[in-house]
Nanobody, 126 residues
Framework: QVQLVESGGGLVQAGGSLRLSCAAS????????MGWFRQGPGKGREFVGI????????SYEDSVKGRFTISRDNAKNTVHLQMNSLKPEDTAVYYC???????????????????WGQGTQVTVSS
């Protein structure tokens, strides 16, 4: 049974930082690219970023570029989302998701991920 478990969410003031983690089990972690999505109040789930299986390649949504960094540790089956210079508009539930590396469809779509975590709340106060 595949499980993705996020942690590290919380309440932070604008300008602060948080580091989210996602622990994966039940899958061959290096066979998956790992994505992060978020869903703010009253909004749909949106792409935040993704890291390739080897960790050598990342891609980010424009609004988080330069502030968020995704990393992964294949030996520990974990992926992290380092969030700096947080803004109130970053408030959302953050989800990690796993996507098989042999997929060729777009990684921006929630439909194109194979497994999801339950999410962790991030609240940024102004």
């Amino acid at each position: 049974q595949v499980q993705l478990v996020e942690s590290g969410g919380g309440l932070v003031q604008a300008g602060g930082s948080l580091r989210l983690s996602c622990a994966a089990s039940g899958l061959t972690f290096s066979n998956y690219a790992m994505g992060w999505f978020r869903q703010g109040p009253g909004k749909g789930r949106e792409f935040v970023g993704i890291i390739a299986w080897r960790g050598s390649s990342t891609s980010y949504e424009d609004s988080v570029k330069g502030r968020f960094t995704i990393s992964r540790d294949n030996a520990k089956n974990t992926v992290h989302l380092q969030m700096n210079s947080l803004k109130p508009e970053d408030t959302a539930v953050y989800y990690c998701a796993a996507r098989r590396i042999d997929r060729s469809d777009t990684f921006y779509s929630t439909a194109n991920y194979d497994y999801w975590g339950q999410g962790t709340q991030v609240t940024v106060s102004s």
